[in-house]
């Protein structure tokens, strides 16, 4: 097979003359051959002569793809044949296309608009080409909701042409699979990771791979015997995927045992929260998703004392650095920075970034929005970076002396400002505070207004109707008014930029204590309202109650007992219960807290013969209970 597409390519090129002939073919042809042969290899021996054919359509109809979306075709592949198709004439073509920065539609518009012109563009070259166009949102989604079939056939594809991710799929999937069928019941996820899902691959870039293996069962050999010993076939079968599918790209294999993993999440370590923000699960028992969808609901934060370590870590850092030569101390002084600047960022309230995006969030938030540095200090993180990352890649090979004295210096100008910029963010987030406080007690005063009747108050009316309406009547003493003045009047200077470090404190001392009277004093009120709604009964030895509240009723079968059998009713227009049903404690006090008290609460007649149908016949109602 090999030997006639050779054959003809040689004969082709010769027509075109000698100094063409001695031109070396395309990476890309050379890939498409070899691809191609294997491909060959699946089909019948009619259909053979159909796939060479095809192959030059295939080149045709993939630089018509390129030509017309630069940049956003990531990868054509040619597809095995469908089984359906018994004269094996239709060619199926891949076509993954990169929707990383549509923003203009929908990714189901985008898909569908895409597909319509990729088909015509496919008919144009040859009636029998039939692509499939996929973005690649669609790919991570698949792998998100746990359907890996999407995987499998891009595993089975022939690259016709490929930026980077089809191989890294492709190798990926291969891998993952050899790892499942020898150590299935000790993988917890498969995640595909590192540049190439941050949309920053390259042809050559490497292929990041993690993978967690369950340490929580382990009985015959300690933790670390089990991750070494897993580590060293997984890494190995990694070889061995790359051998198999002739791509040339590193596969770099990362193995983690879930108790460790678990512990790098709650010390707030950036390299774990990268994987779980920007890593794709090929394969996932529970684990990863959840943990996923967590921190992107916020609920993965770092502690306290995860923000402190990083703060504190600079300065240890660049002491260490005085001690050292030239070859610890770039790794030393760009620790020294980044880390701190993480902290920075985390006590801002954003998770810590990978170095590579630290100084890019750190322009965003503190130079452009909050103007609190300066961009010389970012221009120093971002060369501490730049030599590290040519130390690293052996473009730069050594450090001069002056070069280390530089770094030296310039990380403890950078940590002095960085100290400076904390205090900025612990004064702007203490004077938040005074914000979150006003508006907590503005929103219990109007609720405390609505309980006596009082809707609709202005902004610069509430405080003197509170105190006429609410205090002189003496429902509230008066000391909480002062407090309700004081609270306001830092609101003020707060909206000045005249707040003082003590207003901070005494708004917070005394919003604590009025939020706590006021809070109370509602609860209390609504108590004495309830009370109007309630129906308390005997029956036999037990008692309970029907609460009213508006169209709703709910019906508490024994009062006594601590796991409440509570039924929920709708009160009908002539007064009976319809529709009594199961419900719940939880839902029974939001009820309570949603619906506003009546003044008065009437029992029409047909309630009565629906208590004795809910107690029994022998049910009695209490009064003056």
Not at 80 to 107: A, H, R
């Amino acid at each position: 097979m090999v030997k006639k597409i050779k054959a003809k390519k040689i004969e082709a090129v010769k027509k075109e003359g000698e100094a063409e002939a001695k031109e070396e073919p395309k990476k890309e042809d050379t890939v498409l051959t070899k691809e191609l042969e294997k491909v060959a290899e699946q089909i019948p021996d009619e259909a053979k002569k159909r796939l060479e054919q095809i192959k030059d359509k295939l080149e045709v109809f993939k630089d018509k793809l390129i030509s017309k979306f630069e940049g956003y075709i990531m990868a054509v592949a040619l597809l095995p044949p469908d089984k359906e198709d018994e004269k094996k004439e239709k060619v199926n073509v891949l076509v993954l296309v990169d929707d990383s920065d549509s923003q203009k539609m929908s990714k189901e518009e985008l898909r569908d608009r895409l597909s319509a012109i990729i088909e015509k563009m496919g008919e144009e070259v040859d009636k029998n080409l039939a692509p499939q166009t996929v973005i690649l949102t669609e790919v991570w989604q698949a792998c998100y909701d746990g359907k890996y079939e999407i995987l499998q056939m891009i595993a089975l594809s022939a690259p016709v042409h490929d930026t980077g991710m089809l191989a890294a799929i492709k190798i990926s999937e291969i891998h993952k699979n050899m790892v499942l069928k020898k150590f299935e019941k000790y993988i917890v996820s498969y995640v595909l990771a590192g540049s190439l899902v941050q949309g920053k691959a390259t042809r050559t870039s490497d292929i990041d791979v993690c993978i967690i293996i369950d340490d929580t069962d382990v009985k015959k050999m300690t933790r670390a015997e089990l991750k070494d010993k897993l580590r060293a076939i997984i890494i190995g079968m990694g070889i061995d995927a790359g051998k198999m599918t002739g791509i040339e790209n590193k596969i770099n294999i990362q193995v983690w045992i879930l108790t460790d993993f678990w512990e790098g999440i709650k010390e707030a370590n950036p390299i774990f929260f990268t994987f779980l923000r920007d890593g794709i699960p090929f394969y996932d028992r529970g684990i990863f998703m959840p943990w996923k969808l967590l921190l992107q609901m916020g609920r993965i934060k770092p502690s306290p004392e995860a923000i402190d370590m990083f703060m504190s870590t600079g300065e240890q850092m660049l002491e260490r650095i005085r001690f050292k030569i030239k070859d610890i101390g770039m790794e030393d002084t760009f620790y020294a920075i980044l880390t701190p600047s993480q902290a920075a960022l985390m006590m801002y309230g954003i998770p810590p970034p990978t170095p590579k995006e630290t100084p890019e969030v750190m322009t965003d938030i503190f130079v452009k929005k909050e103007k609190l540095l300066e961009k010389e200090y970012i221009d120093i993180l971002e060369r501490n970076i730049e030599i590290r990352k040519e130390l690293e890649h052996g473009t730069k090979k050594e450090l001069t002396g002056a070069e280390v004295d530089k770094l030296v210096k310039d990380a403890d100008k950078y940590l002095k400002r960085l100290d400076e910029l904390f205090k900025a963010i612990g004064k702007k987030k203490e004077e938040e505070s005074v914000l979150h406080s006003y508006e907590n007690i503005v929103t219990v005063v109007r609720d405390i207004l609505r309980m006596e009747g009082i809707e609709r108050v202005k902004d610069v009316e509430m405080i003197k109707i509170f105190e006429e309406e609410i205090v002189h009547k003496g429902l509230i003493p008066e000391k909480y008014l002062r407090m309700l003045k004081e609270i306001e009047k830092a609101k003020k200077d707060y909206d000045a930029k005249k707040l003082t470090k003590a207003e901070v404190h005494s708004v917070h001392k005394d919003s604590r204590e009025l939020l706590r009277f006021m809070v109370e004093y509602i609860q209390r009120k609504r108590g004495v309202e309830l009370e109007k709604t309630r129906i308390r009964v005997k029956h036999g030895k037990k008692f309970g109650e029907v609460v009213l509240l508006g169209k709703k009723a709910f019906i508490i079968h024994d009062i006594d007992n601590e796991e409440k059998d509570i039924s929920k009713a709708d009160i009908s227009p002539e007064g009976s219960l319809k529709n009594i049903k199961g419900s719940s404690l939880e839902e029974y006090e939001k009820s309570l807290t949603g619906v506003e008290m009546p003044e008065r609460v009437f029992i029409k007649e047909p309630i009565f013969e629906d208590l004795k149908n809910i107690f029994g016949r022998d049910v009695e109602i209490l009064i003056n209970y």
